[in-house]
């Protein structure tokens, strides 16, 4: 007799593998329910766990309610209320009535529900327990409808093993709950776990509800994002640089009101904020993004958490720009603030801000744009050295390369009153080989020489890469150096990028090579060192960012070729570097997100002295 490999599987085993992939945890069941009550119109839900969800998960709500035959229909496989042709999977607005989800978890959990519409004198009672009948009975409740789950993969042993920690599986639930607390500040929400009351919210206005799940101080440092296009729409907050966060935990994309998760999106908000983060921080952003239901497939994924647009590079831009536009509102320059007990929290990590120029209003544009700057050459986009005194502003020497009329121009670029040095420019100096100092209009400006040179070669760097410059200068005494096997396979990937960069290097035997020439910018002595460190550091940044070859390589060229703390610059060339690093594009922070330049405000001086004139 022949031996079968196919065989068809047994309802109650096909019903819990379908259930695997819908009820993962207890927070699985927890989102179904809640989205569920979303659909019947709730507008007040009581959530309620035991055991991190474990043992006991309940939802109730206010909603629509059941009748005998819909409650019992509920718990059937591929049960619904919203799909009835194929051309209505392209138009899903909501999330799931009843249904659908209840069957995966009625095959894995002991489950009650106890619904009832308003028009109807009781409630319907439906109980089922894994491959069980369901038994039906009648009971007492307001209109809506109330779920329990209890003993979750009871019949499932090796699932019920793989559940974590009872505190684990509650930060999964809590995530969930919050969650829909964030996208339904209109509904009333109170969860309880293990008796005792996380939080109980009631309807209000979206800011209301943020500071309520969120506190103050995160709202406090909220920009509000605003986007509309052909067939989409955003609207949100995206958090200032200073509100960086240590985690990814406070990302939030909701696309028609579900939350998902999107390579897209997140991607899109990450390069508005450029390095204004400093590196290990994750910016805060609560995003709404409505696109027309037949332009975007929520399928892809069983719980829906992710999605994917018909054209994800044109929602990428428009995300960006608005992201962008949301974070121009950040003040430019960071303020210093002293207390009594240290610097004021909040005050310097503020530093992290964009510079206040043009950015792009277009809704598909998600370049940057900025306006011609002095100390730049207009046609090759080359930085320029110092600008002499017969093309500086009335300001003096700092002027160079500030946007005309931007914010910066009027609290920086007019001349200090009182001393001045012979040539009518803002006295600057160095403080201890580390930081130039020179007096603004309104206090003090405070530049770190390292990480200010540092913005500067970086932004050359990627110039010349991207120009194809090719070419650097040549060395009277080539410099030799012996790698390792692994990075000598390295520096040969990464040989295209270094050549337009400015190194010339031949090979000298199995792992050595030479080094003819190097990128104009390098100082003279210590070419081999400086080629290795590069190869060093790129591959620590590489772990970070994989994709972002160039990036990279200029990160490295620049961190390892700039001036150093602790190197002394006379006043030409202190001036000479202002004037460069004004001319960049983002002259605040430099490539790994550390500030670059501080203010101290002559207000907060006088403070700390006690002067009240």
């Known amino acids: 007799m022949t031996t079968r490999r196919i065989s068809v599987l047994p309802e ?36 309620s766990v035991r055991d991190g969800g474990r043992t006991f998960i309940q939802v109730a709500d206010d909603g629509c309610g059941m009748d005998e035959v819909d409650a019992r229909a509920s718990f059937l496989r591929h049960a619904t209320s919203k799909i009835a042709t194929y051309e209505d999977l392209e138009s899903v607005s909501t999330f799931g009535f009843r249904g659908e989800a209840l069957a995966s978890i009625a095959a894995v959990g002991r489950v009650t529900m106890k619904t009832r519409r308003a028009e109807d004198d009781a409630a319907v009672v439906v109980k089922t ?70 939080f109980r919210l009631k309807g209000g206005p979206q800011e209301t509800r943020l500071a309520d799940v969120f506190g103050e101080r995160r709202c406090e440092g909220l920009l509000p994002v605003e986007g509309k296009g052909e067939g989409v729409a955003l609207r ?3 958090g200032k640089p200073a509100f960086g966060l240590r985690t990814r935990q406070g990302q939030f994309v909701f696309l028609n009101g579900r939350f998902i998760v999107s390579r897209t999106i997140n991607a899109a908000v990450f390069g508005a904020y450029e390095h204004l983060m400093e590196k290990g921080t994750f910016p805060f952003f609560l995003l709404f993004l409505d696109v027309e239901p037949r332009r975007v497939d929520v399928n892809v994924h069983p719980s829906k958490l992710e999605a ?11 995300v960006a720009a608005a992201a962008r536009r949301a974070l121009a509102a950040v003040p430019a320059i960071p303020a210093l603030t002293i207390q009594q007990g240290g610097i004021e929290p909040g005050t310097v990590a503020a530093r992290f801000s964009p510079r206040q120029h043009s950015w792009p209003g277009g809704e598909g544009d998600a370049h940057w744009s900025f306006p011609e700057r002095p100390g730049v050459d207009a046609r090759t986009g080359e930085i320029l050295p110092f600008v002499p005194s017969d093309r500086v502003a009335e300001g003096g020497a700092l002027a160079a390369g500030f946007p005309a009329g931007g914010e910066i121009a009027a609290s920086l670029l007019q001349r200090p009153e009182g001393r001045a040095d012979e040539g009518g420019q803002a006295l600057i100096w160095q403080l201890h080989n580390k930081y ?22 970086y932004e050359r760097a990627l110039e010349r890469i991207a120009a194809g410059a090719r ?23 990464l040989a295209g990028e270094l050549d337009l960069l400015g190194f010339t290097i031949r090979p000298f035997g199995r792992n050595t090579v ?54 002394p610059l006379s006043e030409p060339e202190m001036r000479s570097l202002i004037d460069q690093l004004f001319a960049t594009r983002m002259p605040y922070v430099c490539p790994h997100g550390r500030p670059v330049v501080l203010r101290i405000s002559i207000e907060e001086l006088d403070r700390r002295f006690g002067r009240t004139s």
């Open 129 to 198: 327990e894994g491959d069980s009948s369901p038994e039906v009975g009648r009971e007492a409740r307001e209109p809506g409808t109330t779920i329990t789950v209890q003993s979750l993969f009871f019949n499932v042993p090796a699932r019920r093993k793989f559940l974590k920690s009872a505190a684990t599986e509650y930060r999964h639930v809590y995530d969930e709950v919050q969650r829909i607390a964030v996208s339904r500040p209109s509904l009333a929400l109170h969860f309880i776990s293990d008796g005792e009351t996380v």
């Open 514 to 567: 030479v080094i003819d020439g190097v990128p104009p910018d390098t100082r003279a002595g210590g070419e081999g060192k400086l080629l290795e460190e590069m190869l060093a550091l790129y591959k620590e940044y590489r772990q970070n960012e994989p994709a972002s070859v160039r990036d990279n390589i200029a990160k490295s060229y620049s961190c390892r070729s700039a001036i150093k703390a602790g190197d």
């Open 308 to 318: 994917k647009f018909d054209d994800e590079q044109g929602i990428f831009r428009f």
């Open 236 to 238: 949100g907050y995206v």
């Open 436 to 457: 130039i100092l020179s007096q603004i209009r309104n206090g003090l400006m405070i530049v770190d020489q390292h990480v200010a040179h540092e913005r500067v070669l």
């Open 12 to 47: 109650n085993i096909a019903n819990k593998i379908a259930a695997g992939e819908v009820v993962q945890r207890p927070a699985s069941v927890v989102k179904e329910l809640l989205e569920n009550s979303l659909d019947a119109g709730a507008t007040s839900v009581v959530v």
């Open 471 to 493: 070419g650097g200068q040549q060395l009277l005494f080539p410099a030799t150096l012996e790698l390792s096997p692994p990075d000598m396979a390295l520096l040969e990937e």
